[in-house]
């Protein structure tokens, strides 16, 4: 079965930087939420999306930005990096529309600021 | 707000032992609950849910059971492998679609 698909998996960049991530949800899938987990953290909420619209809004910075496009895949803007920005960051997604809720998250982009 | 509150870790036991991990929750309303296991170095895999008081969520033998009357969600296991080693997620999602709110994560390690 098709998964959620994020990419890079991988990313190094200085502070100051920007960065972007990218997810691609499950098909059909019509809701894209965001997490960060620091480094033996909990995943904390950041944003999620429905139908292309912002649908939450958990505790993500001013200097980063999301958006979900026409073909429902989602991408994280990350700009004036700091060295706090450095963790796992996951993507995941879900059809609200059924009666199913249940999140499926994606493999997660480690992001190292340095 | 909501939270949800897990034992600390490592758990630390030999194969075929039994497993139970703490998980305790403060939500408003009826929220939906969840079992995440994140294997080193991967991603979050859902492991088992359950939406409604008395409910019981089972998956690879792992058992919870929704307990409104003590806010509780103890994830069980009869008989641990060594590959079930890894950190356990217990979560919860307020409106059974909106955003989940995780415990700290409690790291099974799971000896020979």
């Known amino acids: 079965a098709a998964g959620v698909i994020q990419s890079p998996r991988h990313l190094i960049k200085e502070k100051r930087e920007t960065a972007t991530l990218k997810c691609y949800p499950i098909?059909?899938?019509?809701?894209v939420y965001w997490y960060q987990q620091g480094p033996g953290q909990d995943p904390q909420f950041l944003i999620s999306?429905?139908?292309?619209?912002?649908?939450d809004k958990g505790s993500i910075p001013d200097r980063f930005s999301a958006q979900q496009f026409s073909d429902y895949h989602s991408e994280l803007n990350m700009s004036s990096l700091e060295l706090g920005d450095s963790a796992l960051y996951f993507c995941?997604?879900?059809?609200?529309?059924?009666?199913?809720?249940?999140?499926?998250f994606g493999p997660g982009t480690r992001l190292t600021v340095t | 707000g909501n939270s949800v509150t897990q034992m600390e870790g490592p758990v630390t036991l030999s194969e075929e032992a039994f497993l139970t991990i703490n998980c305790t929750y403060t939500?408003?309303?009826?929220?939906?609950l969840f079992w995440y296991v994140q294997y080193p170095g991967e991603g979050l895999q859902l492991l088992l849910k359950a939406t409604k008081a008395d409910d019981k969520g089972s998956n690879k033998g792992f058992e919870a059971t929704y307990r409104k009357e003590t806010t509780s969600f103890h994830l069980e296991k009869g008989s641990v492998q060594v590959s079930d080693s890894a950190v356990y997620f217990c979560?919860?999602?307020?409106?059974?679609?909106?955003?989940?709110?995780f415990g700290k994560g409690t790291m099974l390690l799971v000896s020979p």
């Open positions: 939500a408003t309303g009826y929220p939906s």
């Open positions: 979560a919860l999602d307020p409106r059974g679609y909106s955003t989940l709110t």
């Open positions: 098909p059909r899938h019509d809701t």
């Open positions: 999306f429905y139908e292309k619209m912002q649908s």
């Open positions: 995941a997604s879900s059809f609200v529309g059924g009666s199913s809720y249940e999140q499926y």
